[in-house]
C-alpha cells in the first residue's frame, strides 16, 4: 500500500489550514472521504435519487437495487451468514440503543447483571444504564489493567451466571486497545449471556469475521470507515433478531396495517421504519468497495507501523505521558496522551495553528478519564492516508508549543 | 518563535492569570455557590461568592481546564469583586458581548485585564473556554 498514492484520494487533505498543509489526525473522531466515495453520493442524488422499496419506475428500481446491494457488501464485508441479519441504522449508537430496548427490555429482569468495562465510550455506557434503570439489572464494569487492558481472567470475574449481556468495545477510541472479543465472547457464552460488540473503531481498521467472533451483535458507522455520516450497521445473529420486537414504527416495516393491528415486514426490514439512509448506505457500499480494494489487512499493519513510529519519537519528549499499551502490535493507530503543564485544549490550539487537527477533550469516556485520573487528554489518530511525515510534523509541533508554554510565559 | 498568530490568543496577562491565578479556592462563608461544567469538553469551575447588601464582597473559584477558561475564571472574580451585583451583571454583558466579536459599550466601566480576552474572538473552538465562569456568575 502506497500512502503517498491513496492519500491523493482524498480531495479535503490538499489544502492548508492557517498557512500550512493540513495534517488530519482526528480520524477517530471522524474519518476523511475518498473521492469513490463522494462520487457515488453525487451521482445518487443528479441520476436516480428516489425512495426504494416502493412504486414501479425506473429511477426507483435502481436506487433499491443499489440499496440493496450495499447490504450485502456489508454482509460481506463481516461475513454474516445473509443479509437478513444486516439492519441499516443512523450509527453506532442507534445500533446498541436497538439491542438494549428491544433484546434488553425483552429478556432482562430485576437482578440479572450487563456487563461493560471501564473503557467504554459512552455510546456503549449510557444505552445500558438506562436499560439497567428500567429493569431493575444490575449495570457492572470490568477493571482495567495498568496499561489500559482488559485481562481475561478479570473478565472470567466480572460476569457471572446472572449475566444476561456483555457488551465490549473491540477497539478502543482513547486507548487504541485491541480487545480480545472472541475469548470474551466464549466468556460471555459459557455463563449464558449473548455478547455485544461496539465495533466503531474496529470495522474501519481490521478485518471483521462476526461468524468466527462469534458475537451476537455487532455495531458500527460508516462514517469512521470513509463513508458518510448518518449511517450505520446493526449486525444481529438471526435467531436473536427474528425474536425482537421493532423500536420504531412507520412506513417501510409494515406488511400489513389494519385499523387496530398491524404486522412487520420480515428481516431486516422491519427494524427499518421510515424513508432509509438510501444515499448513505449506498456511500457506505462505495467506502466499503475502497476499502476492499486496499485490503483491511494492509489498513491495520500500517497503522500498526505508524503507531509504532509515533509512540517512538513522542515518547523522545520529555514531559510527555502516552496513554495505554506502549506495544504498537497491541493497538490501532490512536494515541492519547498529555502535555506537562500544558492543557490538552492549548495543545489542540497551538498545533491547529500549524495546520495539525487532533482531537482534545474527554473523547465521550469519562469514566475512563476518571479511571486514568485525568479531566481531559489529547488524542491523535491515524488512519490509511497519513503518513510517517504527518506524525514528523506532530512531533515538531508538540515540541513548539511546549517552548511555546514554557519559554515566552 | 513562529506562532505570531497566537498571540492574539495567549496575551501575556492571561499566561500569568493561569499560572498565577488569584482567589483561587472555595469560600467558608460564601453565600452563592455555583458549579458549572463544560460536556464536551470536561472543564470545570466551583464558584463560591459572598453577596451582602446587594454587593459582591468576595469570591473565589476551583476547577480544572485549559489556560483560557481558568485565566478567565481568574480575571473574573478579581473585576465584580466590590462592584454590586447590578455592576457585576453589566460585565458579565459586555464580556459576552466582546468575546462574541460584537460591538459594546463599556459605559465607563473598568473592565481590567479581562479586555486582553478580546484575542478569543477570533478562535471560535475557544469561546466557551472563556465563557464558562461568566456563565456560572450569572
Same mark, same amino acid.
Given at each position: 500500500?502506497?500512502?503517498?498514492?491513496?492519500?491523493?484520494?482524498?480531495?479535503?487533505?490538499?489544502?492548508?489550514?492557517?498557512?500550512?498543509?493540513?495534517?488530519?489526525?482526528?480520524?477517530?473522531?471522524?474519518?476523511?472521504?475518498?473521492?469513490?466515495?463522494?462520487?457515488?453520493?453525487?451521482?445518487?442524488?443528479?441520476?436516480?435519487?428516489?425512495?426504494?422499496?416502493?412504486?414501479?419506475?425506473?429511477?426507483?428500481?435502481?436506487?433499491?437495487?443499489?440499496?440493496?446491494?450495499?447490504?450485502?457488501?456489508?454482509?460481506?464485508?463481516?461475513?454474516?451468514?445473509?443479509?437478513?441479519?444486516?439492519?441499516?441504522?443512523?450509527?453506532?449508537?442507534?445500533?446498541?440503543?436497538?439491542?438494549?430496548?428491544?433484546?434488553?427490555?425483552?429478556?432482562?429482569?430485576?437482578?440479572?447483571?450487563?456487563?461493560?468495562?471501564?473503557?467504554?465510550?459512552?455510546?456503549?455506557?449510557?444505552?445500558?444504564?438506562?436499560?439497567?434503570?428500567?429493569?431493575?439489572?444490575?449495570?457492572?464494569?470490568?477493571?482495567?489493567?495498568?496499561?489500559?487492558?482488559?485481562?481475561?481472567?478479570?473478565?472470567?470475574?466480572?460476569?457471572?451466571?446472572?449475566?444476561?449481556?456483555?457488551?465490549?468495545?473491540?477497539?478502543?477510541?482513547?486507548?487504541?486497545?485491541?480487545?480480545?472479543?472472541?475469548?470474551?465472547?466464549?466468556?460471555?457464552?459459557?455463563?449464558?449471556?449473548?455478547?455485544?460488540?461496539?465495533?466503531?473503531?474496529?470495522?474501519?481498521?481490521?478485518?471483521?469475521?462476526?461468524?468466527?467472533?462469534?458475537?451476537?451483535?455487532?455495531?458500527?458507522?460508516?462514517?469512521?470507515?470513509?463513508?458518510?455520516?448518518?449511517?450505520?450497521?446493526?449486525?444481529?445473529?438471526?435467531?436473536?433478531?427474528?425474536?425482537?420486537?421493532?423500536?420504531?414504527?412507520?412506513? &417501510?416495516?409494515?406488511?400489513?396495517?389494519?385499523?387496530?393491528?398491524?404486522?412487520?415486514?420480515?428481516?431486516?426490514?422491519?427494524?427499518?421504519?421510515?424513508?432509509?439512509?438510501?444515499?448513505?448506505?449506498?456511500?457506505?457500499?462505495?467506502?466499503?468497495?475502497?476499502?476492499?480494494?486496499?485490503?483491511?489487512?494492509?489498513?491495520?499493519?500500517?497503522?500498526?507501523?505508524?503507531?509504532?513510529?509515533?509512540?517512538?519519537?513522542?515518547?523522545?519528549?520529555?514531559?510527555?505521558?502516552?496513554?495505554?499499551?506502549?506495544?504498537?502490535?497491541?493497538?490501532?493507530?490512536?494515541?492519547?496522551?498529555?502535555? &506537562?503543564?500544558?492543557?490538552?485544549?492549548?495543545?489542540?490550539?497551538?498545533?491547529?495553528?500549524?495546520?495539525?487537527?487532533?482531537?482534545?477533550?474527554?473523547?465521550?469516556?469519562?469514566?475512563?478519564?476518571?479511571?486514568?485520573?485525568?479531566?481531559?487528554?489529547?488524542?491523535?489518530?491515524?488512519?490509511?492516508?497519513?503518513?510517517?511525515?504527518?506524525?514528523?510534523?506532530?512531533?515538531?509541533?508538540?515540541?513548539?508549543?511546549?517552548?511555546?508554554?514554557?519559554?515566552?510565559? | 518563535?513562529?506562532?505570531?498568530?497566537?498571540?492574539?490568543?495567549?496575551?501575556?496577562?492571561?499566561?500569568?492569570?493561569?499560572?498565577?491565578?488569584?482567589?483561587?479556592?472555595?469560600?467558608?462563608?460564601?453565600?452563592?455557590?455555583?458549579?458549572?461544567?463544560?460536556?464536551?469538553?470536561?472543564?470545570?469551575?466551583?464558584?463560591?461568592?459572598?453577596?451582602?447588601?446587594?454587593?459582591?464582597?468576595?469570591?473565589?473559584?476551583?476547577?480544572?481546564?485549559?489556560?483560557?477558561?481558568?485565566?478567565?475564571?481568574?480575571?473574573?472574580?478579581?473585576?465584580?469583586?466590590?462592584?454590586?451585583?447590578?455592576?457585576?451583571?453589566?460585565?458579565?454583558?459586555?464580556?459576552?458581548?466582546?468575546?462574541?466579536?460584537?460591538?459594546?459599550?463599556?459605559?465607563?466601566?473598568?473592565?481590567?485585564?479581562?479586555?486582553?480576552?478580546?484575542?478569543?474572538?477570533?478562535?471560535?473552538?475557544?469561546?466557551?473556554?472563556?465563557?464558562?465562569?461568566?456563565?456560572?456568575?450569572?
Amino acid at each position: 500500500m502506497n500512502n503517498n498514492e491513496v492519500r491523493k484520494l482524498f480531495p479535503i487533505l490538499d489544502q492548508e489550514v492557517n498557512g500550512h498543509p493540513l495534517v488530519y489526525l482526528d480520524s477517530a473522531a471522524t474519518s476523511q472521504k475518498p473521492v469513490q466515495v463522494i462520487e457515488v453520493l453525487d451521482e445518487y442524488y443528479r441520476e436516480y435519487n428516489s425512495n426504494v422499496h416502493r412504486g414501479v419506475h425506473t429511477l426507483g428500481t435502481r436506487a433499491t437495487d443499489r440499496y440493496e446491494a450495499a447490504r450485502e457488501k456489508v454482509r460481506k464485508f463481516i461475513n454474516a451468514s445473509s443479509i437478513e441479519e444486516i439492519i441499516f441504522t443512523r450509527g453506532t449508537t442507534t445500533a446498541i440503543n436497538t439491542v438494549a430496548i428491544s433484546y434488553g427490555m425483552e429478556n432482562l429482569e430485576e437482578d440479572d447483571e450487563i456487563v461493560i468495562s471501564y473503557m467504554e465510550h459512552h455510546s456503549n455506557i449510557i444505552p445500558w444504564q438506562q436499560l439497567a434503570k428500567r429493569t431493575g439489572a444490575k449495570l457492572k464494569y470490568i477493571p482495567l489493567q495498568e496499561d489500559g487492558s482488559i485481562s481475561l481472567e478479570e473478565a472470567r470475574k466480572t460476569i457471572t451466571s446472572k449475566t444476561k449481556i456483555v457488551s465490549i468495545m473491540h477497539v478502543s477510541n482513547v486507548l487504541g486497545v485491541i480487545n480480545p472479543i472472541k475469548e470474551l465472547t466464549a466468556i460471555a457464552h459459557e455463563n449464558g449471556a449473548i455478547m455485544v460488540v461496539d465495533g466503531a473503531q474496529a470495522a474501519p481498521h481490521m478485518k471483521i469475521d462476526v461468524r468466527d467472533l462469534n458475537c451476537d451483535f455487532f455495531a458500527f458507522s460508516g462514517h469512521k470507515m470513509c463513508g458518510p455520516t448518518g449511517i450505520g450497521v446493526l449486525y444481529g445473529k438471526r435467531e436473536h433478531l427474528e425474536k425482537m420486537e421493532p423500536i420504531e414504527f412507520g412506513g &417501510e416495516m409494515i406488511d400489513f396495517v389494519g385499523l387496530q393491528e398491524s404486522t412487520w415486514k420480515e428481516l431486516p426490514w422491519k427494524f427499518e421504519a421510515g424513508t432509509p439512509i438510501i444515499a448513505g448506505a449506498i456511500g457506505l457500499g462505495a467506502a466499503i468497495d475502497f476499502l476492499n480494494e486496499i485490503g483491511p489487512e494492509n489498513i491495520l499493519e500500517h497503522e500498526h507501523r505508524l503507531a509504532s513510529y509515533a509512540l517512538e519519537k513522542m515518547s523522545a519528549i520529555e514531559g510527555l505521558t502516552i496513554y495505554g499499551p506502549k506495544e504498537a502490535e497491541k493497538r490501532a493507530g490512536v494515541i492519547t496522551f498529555n502535555l &506537562e503543564d500544558v492543557h490538552p485544549h492549548d495543545v489542540a490550539t497551538v498545533l491547529d495553528s500549524e495546520g495539525i487537527a487532533i482531537r482534545a477533550g474527554h473523547h465521550c469516556a469519562q469514566p475512563l478519564m476518571k479511571w486514568l485520573n485525568v479531566s481531559s487528554t489529547a488524542r491523535a489518530s491515524f488512519y490509511l492516508y497519513n503518513t510517517e511525515q504527518d506524525i514528523d510534523r506532530l512531533v515538531e509541533g508538540l515540541v513548539k508549543t511546549k517552548e511555546y508554554f514554557t519559554n515566552v510565559f | 518563535m513562529s506562532f505570531n498568530n497566537l498571540d492574539a490568543l495567549y496575551r501575556q496577562v492571561i499566561m500569568d492569570h493561569y499560572k498565577n491565578p488569584r482567589n483561587k479556592g472555595s469560600l467558608g462563608d460564601g453565600n452563592l455557590t455555583v458549579d458549572m461544567n463544560n460536556p464536551t469538553c470536561g472543564d470545570r469551575i466551583h464558584l463560591t461568592m459572598k453577596v451582602e447588601d446587594g454587593k459582591v464582597t468576595d469570591a473565589k473559584f476551583e476547577g480544572e481546564g485549559c489556560s483560557i477558561s481558568m485565566a478567565s475564571a481568574s480575571m473574573m472574580t478579581q473585576t465584580i469583586i466590590g462592584q454590586d451585583v447590578e455592576t457585576a451583571s453589566k460585565l458579565s454583558h459586555i464580556f459576552s458581548c466582546m468575546i462574541q466579536g460584537k460591538d459594546y459599550d463599556e459605559e465607563n466601566l473598568d473592565l481590567g485585564d479581562i479586555e486582553a480576552l478580546q484575542g478569543v474572538s477570533k478562535f471560535p473552538a475557544r469561546i466557551k473556554c472563556a465563557t464558562l465562569a461568566w456563565k456560572a456568575m450569572e
